[in-house]
Protein backbone atom coordinates (compact mmCIF):
# COMPACT_ATOMS: atom_id res chain seq x y z
CA UNK A 1 0.00 0.00 0.00
CA UNK A 2 1.17 3.32 -0.39
CA UNK A 3 2.11 5.62 1.99
CA UNK A 4 0.12 8.80 2.25
CA UNK A 5 -0.05 12.03 4.70
CA UNK A 6 -1.86 15.09 4.49
CA UNK A 7 -0.34 18.32 2.58
CA UNK A 8 -0.61 21.38 4.26
CA UNK A 9 0.24 22.89 1.07
CA UNK A 10 -2.46 21.29 -1.26
CA UNK A 11 -4.54 20.57 1.94
CA UNK A 12 -5.27 17.12 0.68
CA UNK A 13 -3.56 13.32 1.25
CA UNK A 14 -1.01 12.97 -1.28
CA UNK A 15 1.21 9.95 -1.76
CA UNK A 16 4.95 10.40 -0.72
CA UNK A 17 6.78 10.90 -3.92
CA UNK A 18 10.06 11.12 -2.89
CA UNK A 19 12.80 12.69 -5.31
CA UNK A 20 15.10 9.96 -4.80
CA UNK A 21 12.82 7.11 -5.17
CA UNK A 22 15.48 4.64 -6.47
CA UNK A 23 18.50 4.88 -3.38
CA UNK A 24 15.10 5.04 -1.26
CA UNK A 25 16.56 8.37 0.40
CA UNK A 26 14.21 10.91 2.24
CA UNK A 27 15.10 14.20 3.43
CA UNK A 28 13.21 15.70 6.32
CA UNK A 29 13.58 19.27 7.97
CA UNK A 30 11.95 19.94 11.15
CA UNK A 31 11.59 22.79 13.17
CA UNK A 32 13.29 22.42 16.68
CA UNK A 33 13.66 24.22 19.93
CA UNK A 34 13.99 27.84 20.35
CA UNK A 35 16.30 27.66 23.31
CA UNK A 36 15.24 30.42 25.70
CA UNK A 37 13.19 28.10 28.07
CA UNK A 38 13.12 24.78 28.32
CA UNK A 39 10.99 23.06 26.32
CA UNK A 40 7.23 21.58 27.70
CA UNK A 41 5.28 19.21 26.65
CA UNK A 42 3.57 20.60 23.79
CA UNK A 43 7.00 21.11 22.16
CA UNK A 44 7.46 17.71 22.55
CA UNK A 45 4.81 16.37 21.50
CA UNK A 46 5.52 18.06 17.95
CA UNK A 47 9.19 16.12 18.21
CA UNK A 48 7.55 12.52 18.82
CA UNK A 49 5.55 13.11 15.93
CA UNK A 50 8.76 13.91 13.81
CA UNK A 51 10.32 10.63 15.69
CA UNK A 52 7.29 8.57 14.79
CA UNK A 53 7.64 9.58 11.01
CA UNK A 54 10.85 9.06 10.35
CA UNK A 55 11.19 5.54 12.72
CA UNK A 56 8.25 4.45 10.57
CA UNK A 57 9.68 5.23 6.90
CA UNK A 58 12.77 3.67 8.32
CA UNK A 59 10.82 0.57 8.61
CA UNK A 60 10.00 0.86 5.20
CA UNK A 61 12.97 0.43 4.29
CA UNK A 62 13.88 4.49 3.49
CA UNK A 63 17.14 6.12 4.15
CA UNK A 64 16.28 9.52 6.26
CA UNK A 65 18.36 12.43 6.12
CA UNK A 66 16.72 14.73 9.18
CA UNK A 67 17.89 18.14 9.54
CA UNK A 68 16.50 19.56 13.31
CA UNK A 69 17.68 23.30 14.17
CA UNK A 70 18.67 24.80 16.85
CA UNK A 71 17.32 28.96 16.97
CA UNK A 72 19.52 30.35 19.49
CA UNK A 73 19.24 33.39 18.55
CA UNK A 74 15.65 35.45 17.78
CA UNK A 75 13.68 37.66 19.64
CA UNK A 76 13.04 36.05 22.72
CA UNK A 77 16.69 34.21 23.38
CA UNK A 78 17.95 37.71 22.90
CA UNK A 79 14.91 39.26 25.60
CA UNK A 80 15.94 35.96 28.25
CA UNK A 81 19.98 36.82 27.86
CA UNK A 82 18.89 40.78 28.91
CA UNK A 83 17.22 39.60 31.67
CA UNK A 84 19.23 37.14 33.16
CA UNK A 85 22.38 39.36 32.57
CA UNK A 86 24.21 36.62 30.71
CA UNK A 87 26.02 36.35 27.40
CA UNK A 88 23.51 35.17 24.45
CA UNK A 89 25.65 31.78 24.07
CA UNK A 90 25.98 31.21 27.91
CA UNK A 91 22.10 31.59 28.48
CA UNK A 92 20.68 29.00 25.46
CA UNK A 93 23.30 26.57 26.31
CA UNK A 94 21.65 25.57 29.14
CA UNK A 95 18.44 24.83 27.46
CA UNK A 96 19.93 23.41 24.69
CA UNK A 97 21.43 20.89 27.17
CA UNK A 98 17.95 20.14 28.82
CA UNK A 99 16.63 19.99 25.33
CA UNK A 100 18.95 16.49 24.61
CA UNK A 101 18.33 15.80 27.97
CA UNK A 102 14.42 15.29 27.88
CA UNK A 103 14.28 14.05 24.59
CA UNK A 104 16.81 11.23 25.40
CA UNK A 105 14.01 10.63 28.34
CA UNK A 106 11.36 10.06 25.61
CA UNK A 107 13.44 7.69 23.19
CA UNK A 108 12.95 10.66 20.32
CA UNK A 109 15.97 9.30 18.07
CA UNK A 110 18.76 11.84 17.09
CA UNK A 111 18.29 13.76 14.02
CA UNK A 112 21.17 13.46 11.89
CA UNK A 113 22.41 17.17 12.41
CA UNK A 114 21.45 19.60 14.76
CA UNK A 115 22.35 23.17 13.16
CA UNK A 116 22.62 26.02 15.23
CA UNK A 117 21.32 29.31 13.98
CA UNK A 118 24.96 31.20 15.71
CA UNK A 119 27.48 29.19 13.81
CA UNK A 120 29.26 31.76 11.67
CA UNK A 121 28.40 29.12 8.46
CA UNK A 122 25.05 29.31 8.82
CA UNK A 123 25.36 33.24 9.28
CA UNK A 124 27.00 33.68 6.08
CA UNK A 125 24.56 31.23 4.24
CA UNK A 126 21.93 33.62 5.19
CA UNK A 127 23.73 36.82 4.32
CA UNK A 128 24.46 35.58 1.03
CA UNK A 129 20.74 34.59 0.43
CA UNK A 130 19.51 37.92 1.85
CA UNK A 131 21.88 39.12 -0.76
CA UNK A 132 20.13 37.53 -3.91
CA UNK A 133 17.34 38.50 -2.50
CA UNK A 134 18.10 42.10 -2.79
CA UNK A 135 19.36 41.26 -5.93
CA UNK A 136 16.20 40.13 -7.44
CA UNK A 137 14.38 42.90 -6.07
CA UNK A 138 12.39 40.59 -3.69
CA UNK A 139 13.84 42.30 -0.45
CA UNK A 140 15.28 46.42 0.00
CA UNK A 141 17.24 47.90 3.13
CA UNK A 142 14.69 50.50 4.85
CA UNK A 143 15.71 53.24 6.66
CA UNK A 144 16.29 51.71 10.28
CA UNK A 145 18.99 49.88 8.32
CA UNK A 146 17.30 46.50 8.59
CA UNK A 147 16.70 44.36 5.47
CA UNK A 148 12.93 43.31 4.66
CA UNK A 149 11.01 41.20 2.55
CA UNK A 150 8.59 42.66 -0.29
CA UNK A 151 5.73 39.81 0.23
CA UNK A 152 3.74 41.25 -2.99
CA UNK A 153 6.54 40.65 -5.11
CA UNK A 154 6.48 36.76 -4.10
CA UNK A 155 3.36 35.30 -6.43
CA UNK A 156 2.37 32.54 -3.80
CA UNK A 157 2.83 34.33 -0.55
CA UNK A 158 -0.34 32.88 1.55
CA UNK A 159 -0.81 29.79 -0.58
CA UNK A 160 0.88 27.58 2.47
CA UNK A 161 -1.49 29.10 5.31
CA UNK A 162 -4.42 29.27 2.67
CA UNK A 163 -4.66 33.32 2.48
CA UNK A 164 -6.83 34.87 0.19
CA UNK A 165 -4.32 36.30 -2.26
CA UNK A 166 -6.02 39.10 -4.26
CA UNK A 167 -6.82 40.38 -0.32
CA UNK A 168 -3.45 39.87 0.69
CA UNK A 169 -1.88 43.38 1.29
CA UNK A 170 1.38 44.16 3.20
CA UNK A 171 0.12 46.33 6.23
CA UNK A 172 3.77 48.01 6.32
CA UNK A 173 6.62 46.38 7.80
CA UNK A 174 6.89 43.67 10.72
CA UNK A 175 10.28 43.71 12.99
CA UNK A 176 9.14 41.06 15.19
CA UNK A 177 9.30 37.17 14.38
CA UNK A 178 6.08 36.60 15.31
CA UNK A 179 3.20 37.94 14.52
CA UNK A 180 -0.60 36.92 13.86
CA UNK A 181 -2.38 37.27 10.29
CA UNK A 182 -3.89 40.78 11.05
CA UNK A 183 -0.54 41.99 10.66
CA UNK A 184 0.70 40.40 7.97
CA UNK A 185 3.60 42.96 6.38
CA UNK A 186 7.00 43.01 4.83
CA UNK A 187 8.88 40.88 7.24
CA UNK A 188 12.50 41.37 8.61
CA UNK A 189 15.05 39.23 6.99
CA UNK A 190 17.94 41.32 8.86
CA UNK A 191 17.97 43.37 12.13
CA UNK A 192 19.95 46.30 12.36
CA UNK A 193 21.89 45.93 15.79
CA UNK A 194 20.59 48.34 18.91
CA UNK A 195 21.37 48.45 22.44
CA UNK A 196 18.52 45.90 23.48
CA UNK A 197 20.15 42.86 21.17
CA UNK A 198 23.20 43.08 23.41
CA UNK A 199 26.61 40.54 22.17
CA UNK A 200 23.95 39.10 19.46
CA UNK A 201 25.65 40.91 16.82
CA UNK A 202 27.21 40.10 13.26
CA UNK A 203 29.01 41.85 10.59
CA UNK A 204 26.93 42.36 7.10
CA UNK A 205 26.92 44.08 4.39
CA UNK A 206 23.86 46.27 5.88
CA UNK A 207 26.06 47.10 8.93
CA UNK A 208 26.14 45.06 12.38
CA UNK A 209 22.78 43.02 13.13
CA UNK A 210 21.27 39.48 13.49
CA UNK A 211 19.53 37.48 11.51
CA UNK A 212 15.48 37.25 11.61
CA UNK A 213 14.09 33.87 13.00
CA UNK A 214 12.83 32.62 9.25
CA UNK A 215 15.43 33.26 7.34
CA UNK A 216 17.78 31.23 9.45
CA UNK A 217 15.89 27.95 8.24
CA UNK A 218 15.98 28.26 5.26
CA UNK A 219 19.40 28.76 5.59
CA UNK A 220 20.06 26.16 7.73
CA UNK A 221 17.60 23.40 5.42
CA UNK A 222 19.26 24.13 2.50
CA UNK A 223 23.00 24.56 3.29
CA UNK A 224 23.09 21.20 4.75
CA UNK A 225 20.38 19.39 2.63
CA UNK A 226 19.85 21.00 -0.81
CA UNK A 227 17.50 23.70 -2.57
CA UNK A 228 15.01 20.73 -2.59
CA UNK A 229 13.76 18.80 0.40
CA UNK A 230 11.13 15.77 0.47
CA UNK A 231 9.17 16.86 3.95
CA UNK A 232 9.23 19.48 6.10
CA UNK A 233 7.54 19.49 9.35
CA UNK A 234 6.77 21.81 12.83
CA UNK A 235 3.76 22.12 14.67
CA UNK A 236 0.65 23.84 13.28
CA UNK A 237 1.63 27.52 14.94
CA UNK A 238 4.68 27.39 12.42
CA UNK A 239 2.37 27.34 9.56
CA UNK A 240 2.03 30.99 9.42
CA UNK A 241 4.35 32.81 9.63
CA UNK A 242 7.56 31.06 10.16
CA UNK A 243 6.81 28.75 6.93
CA UNK A 244 5.15 30.87 4.99
CA UNK A 245 8.40 33.13 4.90
CA UNK A 246 10.86 30.10 4.57
CA UNK A 247 8.90 29.13 1.57
CA UNK A 248 9.65 33.21 0.39
CA UNK A 249 12.54 32.96 0.87
CA UNK A 250 14.12 30.23 -0.45
CA UNK A 251 12.12 29.55 -3.62
CA UNK A 252 12.93 33.54 -3.86
CA UNK A 253 16.57 32.71 -3.72
CA UNK A 254 16.00 29.51 -5.85
CA UNK A 255 13.13 29.55 -7.79
CA UNK A 256 12.62 25.85 -7.44
CA UNK A 257 9.69 24.12 -5.04
CA UNK A 258 11.48 24.19 -1.93
CA UNK A 259 9.53 21.71 -0.01
CA UNK A 260 7.19 18.30 -1.37
CA UNK A 261 5.37 17.74 1.36
CA UNK A 262 4.30 19.91 4.39
CA UNK A 263 3.44 17.86 7.95
CA UNK A 264 2.06 20.06 10.57
CA UNK A 265 1.51 18.38 14.19
CA UNK A 266 -1.81 19.59 16.07
CA UNK A 267 -1.30 21.37 18.99
CA UNK A 268 -1.76 19.51 22.92
CA UNK A 269 -3.80 21.21 25.28
CA UNK A 270 -4.20 21.62 28.60
CA UNK A 271 -7.82 22.25 29.48
CA UNK A 272 -8.90 23.25 26.21
CA UNK A 273 -6.09 25.42 25.48
CA UNK A 274 -2.29 25.34 23.70
CA UNK A 275 -0.02 24.37 25.99
CA UNK A 276 1.93 27.63 25.52
CA UNK A 277 4.94 28.91 27.36
CA UNK A 278 3.10 32.98 26.92
CA UNK A 279 -0.25 31.08 28.95
CA UNK A 280 2.17 29.52 32.10
CA UNK A 281 -0.21 26.26 31.41
CA UNK A 282 2.68 23.95 30.66
CA UNK A 283 4.56 21.27 32.11
CA UNK A 284 8.04 20.26 31.32
CA UNK A 285 9.55 16.98 31.04
CA UNK A 286 11.20 16.75 34.50
CA UNK A 287 7.81 17.98 35.71
CA UNK A 288 6.46 14.95 34.77
CA UNK A 289 8.96 12.48 35.80
CA UNK A 290 8.86 14.40 39.33
CA UNK A 291 5.01 13.08 39.79
CA UNK A 292 6.87 9.49 39.28
CA UNK A 293 6.05 8.74 35.85
CA UNK A 294 8.51 7.34 33.61
CA UNK A 295 9.51 9.20 30.13
CA UNK A 296 8.67 6.14 28.62
CA UNK A 297 4.97 6.68 29.91
CA UNK A 298 4.89 10.40 28.83
CA UNK A 299 6.23 9.15 24.98
CA UNK A 300 3.56 6.64 25.28
CA UNK A 301 1.06 9.26 26.12
CA UNK A 302 2.00 12.02 23.40
CA UNK A 303 2.28 9.78 20.92
CA UNK A 304 -0.79 7.33 21.01
CA UNK A 305 -3.16 10.11 19.60
CA UNK A 306 -3.11 10.71 15.31
CA UNK A 307 -0.61 14.49 15.11
CA UNK A 308 -3.58 15.77 13.25
CA UNK A 309 -6.03 15.46 16.11
CA UNK A 310 -5.39 17.42 19.36
CA UNK A 311 -4.63 15.93 22.30
CA UNK A 312 -5.57 17.29 25.90
CA UNK A 313 -2.75 16.89 28.53
CA UNK A 314 -3.97 15.13 31.67
CA UNK A 315 -2.84 13.06 34.47
CA UNK A 316 -5.66 10.53 33.58
CA UNK A 317 -3.62 9.95 30.50
CA UNK A 318 -0.72 9.17 32.12
CA UNK A 319 -2.40 6.72 34.06
CA UNK A 320 -3.40 4.87 31.13
CA UNK A 321 -0.64 5.52 29.33
CA UNK A 322 1.12 3.39 32.64
CA UNK A 323 -1.80 0.96 32.16
CA UNK A 324 -1.04 0.20 28.60
CA UNK A 325 2.23 -0.37 28.67
CA UNK A 326 1.89 -2.39 32.01
CA UNK A 327 -0.48 -4.75 29.54
CA UNK A 328 2.20 -4.51 26.94
CA UNK A 329 5.09 -5.58 29.71
CA UNK A 330 2.45 -8.49 30.64
CA UNK A 331 2.25 -9.41 28.03
CA UNK A 332 5.89 -9.87 26.76
CA UNK A 333 6.96 -11.68 29.74
CA UNK A 334 3.70 -14.29 29.31
CA UNK A 335 4.91 -14.68 25.99
CA UNK A 336 8.89 -14.91 26.93
CA UNK A 337 7.68 -17.63 29.41
CA UNK A 338 5.95 -19.66 27.10
CA UNK A 339 8.66 -19.44 23.99
CA UNK A 340 10.89 -20.43 26.76
CA UNK A 341 13.74 -18.68 25.13
CA UNK A 342 14.96 -22.08 22.91
CA UNK A 343 13.52 -21.18 19.70
CA UNK A 344 15.74 -18.34 17.23
CA UNK A 345 12.33 -16.10 16.68
CA UNK A 346 14.35 -14.17 13.80
CA UNK A 347 13.72 -17.28 11.93
CA UNK A 348 9.77 -17.23 12.36
CA UNK A 349 7.02 -15.64 10.34
CA UNK A 350 4.88 -13.95 12.09
CA UNK A 351 0.57 -14.37 11.60
CA UNK A 352 0.37 -10.96 11.91
CA UNK A 353 1.53 -9.44 8.94
CA UNK A 354 1.76 -6.01 7.80
CA UNK A 355 -1.63 -4.09 9.45
CA UNK A 356 0.21 -2.47 12.05
CA UNK A 357 2.47 -1.23 9.66
CA UNK A 358 -0.48 -0.48 6.97
CA UNK A 359 -1.82 1.79 9.59
CA UNK A 360 0.58 3.98 10.25
CA UNK A 361 1.28 4.01 6.11
CA UNK A 362 -2.21 6.08 6.47
CA UNK A 363 -1.19 9.14 7.34
CA UNK A 364 0.91 7.88 10.28
CA UNK A 365 -2.95 6.25 11.46
CA UNK A 366 -1.21 5.06 14.97
CA UNK A 367 -4.46 4.67 16.95
CA UNK A 368 -5.49 1.86 14.30
CA UNK A 369 -1.92 0.53 14.43
CA UNK A 370 -2.04 0.36 18.19
CA UNK A 371 -6.01 -0.81 18.20
CA UNK A 372 -4.40 -3.28 16.19
CA UNK A 373 -1.51 -4.13 18.65
CA UNK A 374 -3.97 -4.50 21.68
CA UNK A 375 -6.11 -6.52 19.90
CA UNK A 376 -3.58 -8.99 19.12
CA UNK A 377 -2.55 -8.94 22.77
CA UNK A 378 -6.21 -10.17 23.52
CA UNK A 379 -6.18 -13.11 21.62
CA UNK A 380 -3.11 -13.98 22.07
CA UNK A 381 -3.20 -13.92 25.86
CA UNK A 382 -7.01 -15.65 25.35
CA UNK A 383 -4.70 -18.05 23.87
CA UNK A 384 -2.80 -18.36 26.45
CA UNK A 385 -5.05 -18.80 28.77
CA UNK A 386 -6.04 -21.66 27.18
CA UNK A 387 -2.79 -23.36 26.32
CA UNK A 388 -3.41 -22.88 23.02
CA UNK A 389 0.14 -21.06 22.12
CA UNK A 390 2.93 -23.15 21.34
CA UNK A 391 6.41 -22.09 21.76
CA UNK A 392 6.72 -21.49 18.30
CA UNK A 393 3.95 -19.04 17.88
CA UNK A 394 4.67 -17.05 21.21
CA UNK A 395 8.53 -16.74 19.63
CA UNK A 396 6.72 -15.20 16.40
CA UNK A 397 5.01 -13.10 17.81
CA UNK A 398 8.19 -11.54 19.78
CA UNK A 399 9.41 -11.75 16.86
CA UNK A 400 6.85 -9.34 15.15
CA UNK A 401 6.57 -7.14 18.36
CA UNK A 402 10.64 -6.69 18.38
CA UNK A 403 10.27 -5.50 14.75
CA UNK A 404 7.25 -3.31 15.34
CA UNK A 405 8.99 -1.83 18.53
CA UNK A 406 11.74 -0.30 16.40
CA UNK A 407 9.09 2.39 15.44
CA UNK A 408 7.14 2.44 18.85
CA UNK A 409 10.11 1.86 21.24
CA UNK A 410 7.85 0.72 24.06
CA UNK A 411 9.93 -1.28 25.52
CA UNK A 412 10.58 -1.45 29.23
CA UNK A 413 14.10 -0.93 30.14
CA UNK A 414 13.81 -3.12 33.33
CA UNK A 415 14.92 -0.18 35.27
CA UNK A 416 16.27 -1.43 38.30
CA UNK A 417 14.15 -1.20 41.22
CA UNK A 418 15.92 0.36 44.65
CA UNK A 419 17.19 -2.21 47.33
CA UNK A 420 15.16 -1.34 49.24
CA UNK A 421 12.20 -1.93 47.14
CA UNK A 422 13.60 -5.21 46.30
CA UNK A 423 13.82 -6.26 49.62
CA UNK A 424 9.85 -5.32 50.62
CA UNK A 425 8.51 -6.82 47.40
CA UNK A 426 10.51 -10.11 47.89
CA UNK A 427 9.30 -10.29 51.82
CA UNK A 428 5.59 -9.52 50.02
CA UNK A 429 5.81 -12.73 47.92
CA UNK A 430 7.01 -14.83 50.38
CA UNK A 431 3.94 -13.79 53.00
CA UNK A 432 1.52 -14.38 50.21
CA UNK A 433 3.40 -17.72 49.26
CA UNK A 434 2.65 -18.24 53.22
CA UNK A 435 -0.69 -16.70 52.97
CA UNK A 436 -0.14 -14.19 55.42
CA UNK A 437 -1.89 -11.34 53.87
CA UNK A 438 -2.20 -9.74 56.92
CA UNK A 439 1.70 -9.06 56.43
CA UNK A 440 1.09 -8.44 52.35
CA UNK A 441 -0.76 -6.05 52.86
CA UNK A 442 1.18 -4.07 55.79
CA UNK A 443 4.41 -4.58 53.24
CA UNK A 444 2.05 -3.28 50.04
CA UNK A 445 1.46 -0.11 52.04
CA UNK A 446 5.25 0.33 53.05
CA UNK A 447 6.16 0.09 49.12
CA UNK A 448 3.52 2.95 48.55
CA UNK A 449 5.04 4.92 51.16
CA UNK A 450 8.02 4.68 48.95
CA UNK A 451 5.84 5.72 45.81
CA UNK A 452 5.48 2.38 44.54
CA UNK A 453 2.63 0.16 43.82
CA UNK A 454 2.63 -4.25 44.37
CA UNK A 455 0.41 -5.66 41.82
CA UNK A 456 -0.83 -9.50 41.53
CA UNK A 457 -1.26 -10.56 38.24
CA UNK A 458 -1.48 -14.44 36.70
CA UNK A 459 2.30 -14.32 36.64
CA UNK A 460 3.05 -13.07 40.03
CA UNK A 461 3.68 -9.93 41.66
CA UNK A 462 4.82 -7.16 39.89
CA UNK A 463 6.18 -3.99 40.66
CA UNK A 464 5.76 -0.29 39.62
CA UNK A 465 5.94 2.89 40.35
CA UNK A 466 2.73 4.67 41.85
CA UNK A 467 0.62 6.61 39.80
CA UNK A 468 0.73 10.61 40.68
CA UNK A 469 3.44 9.30 43.62
P1 LIG B 1 9.27 26.76 19.61
O1 LIG B 1 10.38 26.36 20.55
O2 LIG B 1 8.26 27.68 20.23
O3 LIG B 1 9.81 27.29 18.31
O4 LIG B 1 8.45 25.44 19.25
C1 LIG B 1 9.05 24.24 18.87
C2 LIG B 1 8.06 23.32 18.20
O5 LIG B 1 7.01 22.94 19.10
C3 LIG B 1 7.36 23.93 17.01
O6 LIG B 1 7.29 22.96 15.99
C4 LIG B 1 6.00 24.30 17.53
O7 LIG B 1 5.04 24.33 16.49
C5 LIG B 1 5.74 23.15 18.48
N1 LIG B 1 4.75 23.45 19.53
C6 LIG B 1 4.69 24.51 20.36
N2 LIG B 1 3.65 24.42 21.24
C7 LIG B 1 3.03 23.24 20.96
C8 LIG B 1 1.89 22.53 21.52
N3 LIG B 1 1.19 23.01 22.54
N4 LIG B 1 1.54 21.36 20.95
C9 LIG B 1 2.26 20.82 19.92
N5 LIG B 1 3.34 21.43 19.37
C10 LIG B 1 3.73 22.62 19.87
ZN1 LIG C 1 11.99 26.69 11.44
Redesign the pocket.
Known amino acids: MAIRFFNTYSRKIEELAPRDLKSRKIEIYT?G??VYSR?HV??F??YIFEDLLQRHLEARGFKIHRVMNI?DVDDKTIRGAREAKVPLQKFTQQFKDAFFQDADSLRIKRADDYPAATDQRYIDTMVSMIDVLISKGLAYQADDKSVYYRINKFPNYGKLAHFNLDELRSTGRVKHDDYDKEHIGEFALWKSWDEEDGDAKWDSPWGPGRPGWHIECSAMATALLGDQIDIHC??V??IFPHHEAEIAQTEGVTGKQFVRMWLH?A??LVDGQ???KSLGNFYTVPDVLEKSYTGRELRYALIRVNYRTQLNFTWDGMKEARESLGRIDDWLERLGEVAGGKIDSSKLDSKFGHEFDDALDDDLNISAALGFLFETIRETNRAMDENKLDAKAAAASLNWWSRINQVLDFESDGAALPEEVKKLAKARAQARLAKDFRKSDELRDKLNALGWEARDTKNGQKITRRAGA
Open positions: CPTAGNRATGGDNCHLKMA
